[in-house]
């Protein structure tokens, strides 16, 4: 993302803004209704934050976000008394996530940017920056690079770290592998004076699409989960503990600005400071333009959304900036973005196809999921022939009908959505769409429960779900067996390999050599990671193995306190529930689980294949801080954390000696509320009871104090 953006930026500010005269009304107007939409936004936008930054995986596109913020602007800009420190609206980027990284302080923040999102905001912003120099503008256009914003920092010509931008004040130290990137100068052009005793450098990484299209190759090659996106791709690659794995994904990056300088050139305009970070050997866009009127600049902005495809790197919008430096050090800054750039960006990209079919996926619980089969068709930079329809009430909603020309969109040019029917061209014959009565996969009925969105296929042994539950096994969470990727898996239980998780551990390279794609390294390195998995942590193990409701938290309580899988399947409820942090919504899943012959076999399979299921004598589980940092404090729950289900932030606070309980009351310490929060938040705002989100609540349960 160019200019230093985070997940998508807000728009410009509206007329009615705070800063800009008006009335400003009374506290006691706001609406309730108001205040709680209010509060929603922010925990919505806090729990997409979390997906973009700590997850790279944004599951909504950039104009829905941008949308959110816009809302809550709007709200703000009408009821300034609604506005909060924490607001999206007044920060530059998402709170600082729990990461292996250590933080780097920025020398100077890095802000976010406004948005455009047609030619008329695009002049709403230009005239009031006339307004407020009263003087000629010149503009510099940028093309906005998909990618992730970095901070370099040199002194005395070398570079000392780098760092992502985090929250805009912190960042992580990524200095190790943006070394890697073979156009980062390790030591910048002596150009006489002209190079500064420290400077600090902003830049956007980003994976050329070859790179990113020959990165899934590999992928694919080995079985392994393929990528989404260019800029999720870039964004997991910076993030790797490994260097020589960010050097093997052949990033790029360009150069913007400079933050904090000592020493060096005085510089008069953004064009001659693009040509100094060249000079020092930076590399600078080639794409960037100056324009003296707006006219030109969006002119320069709709030949960049025609180009955007034939660039080899991704982009999303357009940069505009005010040239002259020192009528940006007049125009200022708010507290999260300059006035002097604005982020012209370019509407999600959507075209109209043919639905020739509306399929259902199994996944590893057996929950039926529709998409759409599509003809073919290229959208945000790649073709798309398969699109989510989520669920059955979804279909109803949007009345997409088999042969329908339906229109598509790449939300955020990432995930292909249907958007709805083109009505004028349905078929005279098209029919409402009905959800099959059986699995499509092993003919077992599919049933919806009462008050449940979804429906799922009841029968445990459908392959489908035996791929899923093996992928799941797998998964980073769970034992973390490098190259068991759900094509490889698929690819193995088809093959009559493997029944369950526990048979991946008798594969033998003889058995894998046969497959497609499969060498004689890559059946040697897939049987190496498996045999390493088999010293995962017994927390590790009890992930892996589904137990419903038990999560990272909850499962290292059950490893460190009865050390081993035999005491936990023999274990009563009373004794699960006498756990600090285990309930009896857990402990009877617990107990579901394991009375079931198949899970018992599962587990036995597991112990004879050499399986960890003890953890050593005199080591301790990973898990979180013993004690009671929380002792005689009572938590309420409402909404969706993005990072725990309700059980295991319930056990997170029961372990640390805190209470949960149903209804907020005065005596309430704390309500812990996430995105879509009920008529609790309400509550607890009317009786001035302490409101976390979900950053707050994990900084409370590393530190035992909010921050």
Known sequence: ??????????????????GIPGPVPDA????EEVARRAAALRDEIAYHDELYYGQDAPIISDAEYDALVRELRDLEARYPQLVTPDSPTQRPGAPRLRTPFAPVRHLQPMLSLDNAFSRDELF????????????????????????LAVSLQYQDGELAVAATRGDGEVGEDVTANVRTITTVPRRLRAVGSA???????RGEVFMPIAAFEELNRRQAAAGQRLFANPRNAAAGSLRQLDPTVTASRNLAIFCYQPGAKEGGPELRTHRETLAWLAELGFPVNPHIEAHDDLDAVHAFCCRMEAQRHELGYDIDGVVVKVDDLAQRDALGTTSRA??????????????????????????????????????????GGSTVSLATLHNEDEVARKDVRVGDVVIVRKAGDVIPEVVGPVLAKRPADARPWRFPDHCPVCGSPIVRLAGEVDRYCVNFDCPAQRVQRIVHFAGRSGMDIEGLGEERVRQLVEAGLVDDAADVYALTVEQLLPLDRMGPTLARNLVAAIEASKDRPLARLLVALGIRHVGPTAAQVLARELRSLAAIEAADAEHLCALEGIGPV??????????????RR???????????????????SPGPAAGASLAGLTFVLTGTLSGFTREEAQAAIEARGGRVTSSVSRRTSYVVAGAQPGSKLARAEALGVPVLDEAAFRTLLDRGAPP
Not at 124 to 147: F, M, S
Not at 586 to 596: K, P
Not at 602 to 620: I, M, N, T, W
Request: hydrophobic letters at 40%; glycine letters at 8%.
């Open 338 to 379: 300059p006035r002097w750039a604005v982020a012209y960006k370019f509407p999600p990209e959507e075209r109209t196809t043919r639905l020739r079919d509306i399929m259902v996926s199994i996944g590893r619980t057996g929950r039926a999921t529709p998409f759409a089969v599509l003809e073919p068709v290229f959208v």
């Open 602 to 620: 599962l587990v036995d399979k597991l112990r004879a294949a050499g399986v960890r299921v003890e953890e050593p004598v005199g080591s301790a």
């Open 586 to 599: 857990i402990a009877e899943s617990i107990q579901r689980f394991f009375s079931l012959e198949r899970n």
């Open 124 to 147: 709403a912003w230009g005239q009031r920056v006339h307004r407020a120099l009263e003087a000629p503008v010149r503009y510099v256009c940028e093309p906005k690079i998909d990618g």
């Open 195 to 201: 190079c500064p005793r420290r400077l600090e450098v």
């Open 28 to 31: 006691r107007d706001v609406p």
């Open 1 to 18: 993302m160019a200019a230093g953006t985070g997940p998508p930026p807000t728009g410009p500010e509206p007329a009615d803004a705070p």
